[in-house]
T-cell receptor, first 113, second 113 residues
Framework: DAGVIQSPRHEVTEMGQEVTLRCKPISGHDYLFWYRQTMMRGLELLIYFNNNVPIDDSGMPEDRFSAKMPNASFSTLKIQPSEPRDSAVYFC???????????FGPGTRLTVT | KQEVTQIPAALSVPEGENLVLNCSFTDSAIYNLQWFRQDPGKGLTSLLLIQSSQREQTSGRLNASLDKSSGRSTLYIAASQPGDSATYLCAVSRVDSNYQLIWGAGTKLIIKP
């Protein structure tokens, strides 16, 4: 298995632009998580899905952030408009049914100038 | 509110030594505890998962223990190698939301050849 796939690996954008991060979970996994990691705040859970349905989005910082999971093999995290304080590494992770281990992707390093 | 603390923030030891990493949490009502490893510029890799009913888990040179009553977990690494150099994070899951992890800030481990 290729593991969790994230794209792009690096994104540099200007303040005010829309940013879309993409994730392909491991096949057969029914949970998908979006995290953000910064030096100041560490790892933060933004939102997670079960069977493509958002379960808890209380970690999404603002209305500028939105996430979708249109099918079991694809999810997006969108930031519109982006701000410099959104600069961070964004991770996607997935879990198989009845197993709480989380498998992480390599992350997307976002820089907003 | 659950808080997870890892001390020390950084640790440097000579190759071959046995070492212990510490993790403490403030609320003993957890579902499980997980240890992860993060290499620079990469995602996280799950090392060990301990269910709340368990006392320890072992994988190769790694042994993780859990004492829920005292709010502590340790990760023991035997015969350390330079390849063990990484940041080690622990995370606990909430009883009311088994998949939501609350993260420590990590211990950065350097094994000197």
């Amino acid at each position: 298995d290729a593991g969790v796939i994230q794209s792009p690996r690096h994104e540099v954008t200007e303040m005010g632009q829309e940013v879309t991060l993409r994730c392909k979970p491991i096949s057969g996994h029914d949970y998908l998580f979006w995290y953000r990691q910064t030096m100041m705040r560490g790892l933060e859970l933004l939102i997670y899905f079960n069977n493509n349905v958002p379960i808890d989005d209380s970690g999404m910082p603002e209305d500028r952030f939105s996430a979708k999971m249109p099918n079991a093999s694809f999810s997006t995290l969108k930031i519109q408009p982006s701000e410099p304080r959104d600069s961070a590494v964004y991770f996607c992770a997935s879990s198989p049914p009845f197993n709480y281990e989380q498998y992480f992707g390599p992350g997307t390093r976002l820089t907003v100038t | 509110k659950q808080e997870v603390t890892q001390i020390p923030a950084a640790l440097s030891v000579p190759e071959g030594e046995n070492l212990v990493l510490n993790c403490s949490f403030t609320d003993s009502a957890i579902y499980n505890l997980q240890w992860f490893r993060q290499d620079p510029g990469k995602g996280l890799t799950s090392l060990l998962l301990i269910q709340s009913s368990q006392r320890e888990q072992t994988s190769g040179r790694l042994n993780a223990s859990l004492d829920k009553s005292s709010g502590r977990s340790t990760l023991y690494i035997a015969a350390s190698q330079p390849g063990d150099s990484a940041t080690y994070l622990c995370a606990v899951s909430r009883v009311d939301s088994n998949y939501q992890l609350i993260w420590g800030a990590g211990t950065k481990l350097i094994i000197k050849p």
